[in-house]
């Protein structure tokens, strides 16, 4: 079988509708943040609820996002144990261990497409009705298995961890158990995902610390990447919340969650002055503080 496949090449049929990060987020149905006047409360925020005028194409979107990302992630774990020979984890192997925990994923992420494609079924979406954006994948196509466990399980399945913690939310505000349990289902086995990954990038970097340095760098630029312009944080203004207790229980110390916190902060405060600068440029009056 073939190995080190690029993202250019995954298999896909007429009904998906694929695209790049600037034109995914583009896209006006995408889960987005309202403005929020600074004197709201946290329960007023720009989380999704059920309240806001757009709820219902925001809810769909990221469930269409959630599916297309847990097929990727289907594909990456499976090529990840297919890649790399086994050996001590040394000179691009793997040990078997590692091996199994990513068949392991492989199996929980096909159960995950299954779920999540009757989720968005149940919730009225098609699938292609919303793009699809491989960055993903993308990031399981290093030649550094490390790098993967960086990118996908800590950085790219965390985020997972925030995304089904608010699904999950979200399903119990709306009256809606059957997203309530599938959410939390899946957000147990997310965890489980990225404990893995914390547990075998110190492992197998454990005498190599340039490597591990190497690794951690390349999970805050996925982390960065996947801000999405401060969608994602502790603020009023990200509808996506940090779940720092699920973190924790993934393996994530204290200080790495908040310099993800840090992160999309600055990502929050580089989309507001790049929309201050539109505004300006088109003559247009700032927005009310």
Do not use: Y
């Amino acid at each position: 079988m073939r190995q080190f496949f690029p993202v250019e090449d995954l298999a896909r049929d007429e009904r998906f509708v694929q695209t790049n990060m600037a034109e995914r987020m583009a896209d006006t149905r995408t889960a987005r943040p309202e403005r929020v006047p600074k004197s709201k409360s946290r329960a007023a925020s720009a989380k999704l609820t059920p309240e806001r005028r757009e709820a219902s194409d925001a809810a769909r979107g990221l469930m269409h996002g959630i599916m297309t990302g847990e097929i990727q992630a289907l594909e990456g774990a499976g090529r990840t144990a297919h890649d790399f020979a086994t050996g001590d984890g040394t000179n691009d192997t793997i040990p078997f261990a590692l091996k199994l925990d990513m068949a392991r994923q492989a199996w929980d992420e096909a159960r995950h497409v299954e779920i999540s494609a009757k989720l968005s079924d149940w919730m009225g979406t098609e699938l292609g009705e919303f793009v699809e954006n491989t960055v993903l994948f993308a990031a399981a196509c290093s030649d550094d298995p490390i790098l993967r466990l960086a990118g996908v399980n800590r950085a790219l399945e965390g985020l997972a961890i925030d995304v089904f913690t608010q699904m999950k939310e979200f399903g119990d505000l709306a009256g809606d158990p059957f997203l309530e349990f599938c959410e939390d289902w899946m957000l147990a086995d997310e965890v489980t995902h990225v404990k893995m990954g914390s547990d075998w990038l110190r492992r197998v970097t454990e005498k190599d610390p340039d490597r591990r340095a190497k690794a951690l760098e390349f999970q805050q630029v996925v982390d960065k990447m996947f801000s999405f312009g401060g969608l994602r944080g502790d603020s009023d203004e990200s509808p996506i919340a940090l779940a720092r207790r699920f973190r924790e229980l993934a393996g994530f110390s204290d200080d790495e969650v908040e310099v993800i916190s840090d992160m999309d902060r600055e990502a929050l405060d580089e989309r507001k002055a790049q929309v201050r600068f539109a505004r300006e440029a088109a003559g247009m009056q700032p927005e009310p503080a």
